[in-house]
């Protein structure tokens, strides 16, 4: 029988005042809703660049995650500018500290012909754009950077991942509730047109993903902390209006345990299912009673009237796609980007938008030959994870699995927490060790 070890979740001083800086950088970095200035991401980039150097390459990993999901929200700068930066400093990080020779095998050669084919469908794409191609030669990077690093504070990193999304989870709720900039209006949580108000859900339900992962380790107590966390998440998202962020959460919930069951041979214990089905019972009484006294605000997840504009919107895209696009441009695609389906669909839908799901996305836009290396390189990442279970896998794989869920409804294919979570299972299963590995019996 296979026991896992419950990781030191007690906090030294060294930790404490990187949770302290990382907490107060998120709080001005959410001043984004306030007075729309870069000023703030500006400032998480300089605290990684310092950790990154002083410590360690590994604390720019955090800060990466959560400047991507906030650009993605607030859109105050160029993501792709961030990316350069952030991808440039890392891997100047990464020399600095030396700790280990660059190695490359065929995983690696894997991934460099994946981000290589999808930077060169930008040659034909129908757009002439190369930024998304960047965009993932940048994931690429990042991946081959996460496998080659040697480190002892893998606990270290966790820490400061699960404290972020608590922290993320909790600002963000204020700011919204707290009526910042007017965003409770009648129909759904709305800032301006600059904000795009279901990346801000996904963001909330992709920090969710992560609690609901870090559950998996820790006590009872903690574990109502969570849950309490979680049904803040879901409240949140509800008053946004976002369904495919709240579907992706939930499935995200559900399959989670399932596979982890399956991968580590052992099931949830029943006190924590119990635990669950309680806060879940709770949860759905107060949802129940805010639909009955808000009824505008909820009429999206109902389906009825205006709530299935979106809907309907997506499945003319989804038909276009399939009928027209597709066949066409079956082996290559029409180029990697977002723009490359809007410019396509655009004789055929009356609002011309992405693909909203993650595979036809993928095979209208990098074609069959895409479609088959996001299989490969997808199917090794997980099978490493599988072959090296230990105790944060429950994290990478609620990533993972939110990724994949969200995808049913968006485009993750060039998202970098996504290719971000990625690379944690290289970086994870690499440098495990006694603690975080299985204590056998």
């Known amino acids: 029988m296979q026991i896992l070890r419950e990781p030191n979740y007690q906090i030294d001083k060294k930790s404490f005042n990187q949770l302290m800086i990382s907490t107060i950088l998120i709080v001005l970095l959410l001043g984004n809703y306030i007075i729309n200035s870069s000023i703030y991401s500006w400032a998480v980039l300089a605290y990684a660049v310092f950790m990154a150097i002083i410590v360690e390459p590994i604390y720019f990993i955090v800060p ?17 500018t961030f990316s350069l930066a952030l991808s440039v400093l890392f891997f100047i990080c990464f020399l600095i500290h030396g700790n280990t020779k660059i190695k490359i095998d065929n995983i690696d050669i894997l991934f460099i012909i994946f981000g290589v ?73 709305s800032f301006d047109d600059e904000i795009n108000v279901n990346t801000i859900a996904g963001a909330i339900a992709l920090m969710a993903c992560i609690i609901w992962g870090i559950t998996n380790f820790k006590t009872s107590k903690t574990k109502i902390l969570s849950y309490a966390f979680i049904a803040i998440s879901a409240i949140t998202i509800l008053y946004t209006g976002s369904r495919t962020a709240l579907f992706a959460m939930i499935l995200t919930i559900v399959l989670l345990p399932i596979f982890l069951g399956r991968i580590s041979g052992n099931g949830m214990k029943l006190r924590t299912i119990m635990l669950f089905i309680l806060v879940t019972i709770v949860l759905v009484a107060a949802i129940e009673f805010m639909m009955s006294n ?39 695609g029409i180029g990697l980007g977002h723009s490359n389906v809007r410019y396509a669909v655009t004789p055929y839908v009356i609002f011309p938008n992405h693909a909203h799901n ?26 490493v994870m599988a072959k090296n279970y230990n105790k944060y896998t429950a994290v990478i794989l609620a990533i993972l699995l939110f990724g994949f869920s969200r995808g049913i409804g968006e485009v993750i294919i060039n998202t970098h927490w996504f290719f971000i979570g990625i690379g944690l299972i290289f970086l994870t299963c690499n440098n495990a060790n006694d603690q975080t590995q299985f204590q056998r019996h």
């Not at 999901?69 to 700068?77: D, N, P, S």
């Not at 990077?141 to 820490?159: S, W």
């Not at 074609?367 to 490969?376: E, H, W």
Request: aromatic letters at 12%; proline letters at 1%.
């Open 64 to 80: 990466c995650l959560l400047v991507d999901t906030i650009e993605g929200c607030f859109l105050v700068t160029s993501s792709l």
């Open 117 to 189: 084919y999808n930077f060169a469908t930008c040659i034909w794409s129908l757009t002439g754009s190369y930024t998304d191609g960047i965009s993932m030669i940048i994931n690429v990077f990042m991946i081959i950077a996460l496998r080659q690093i040697k480190t002892d504070n893998i606990d270290g990193l966790y820490k400061q991942l699960a404290f972020t999304a608590y922290a993320y989870i909790l600002v963000l709720a204020v700011l919204l509730f707290g009526n910042v900039r007017g965003a409770l209006n009648v129909t759904r949580v």
């Open 294 to 332: 808000n009824t505008a605000v909820f009429s999206r997840f109902t389906f009825q009237g205006r709530s299935m504009i979106g809907v309907d919107r997506r499945y003319s895209i989804w038909m276009a796609l399939i009928q027209h696009i597709i066949p066409n441009h079956f082996l290559f």
């Open 358 to 383: 993650m595979l036809l996305g993928i095979i209208a836009e990098t074609g069959l030959i895409g479609l088959i290396l996001n299989i490969l390189c997808y199917v090794t990442s997980i099978k």
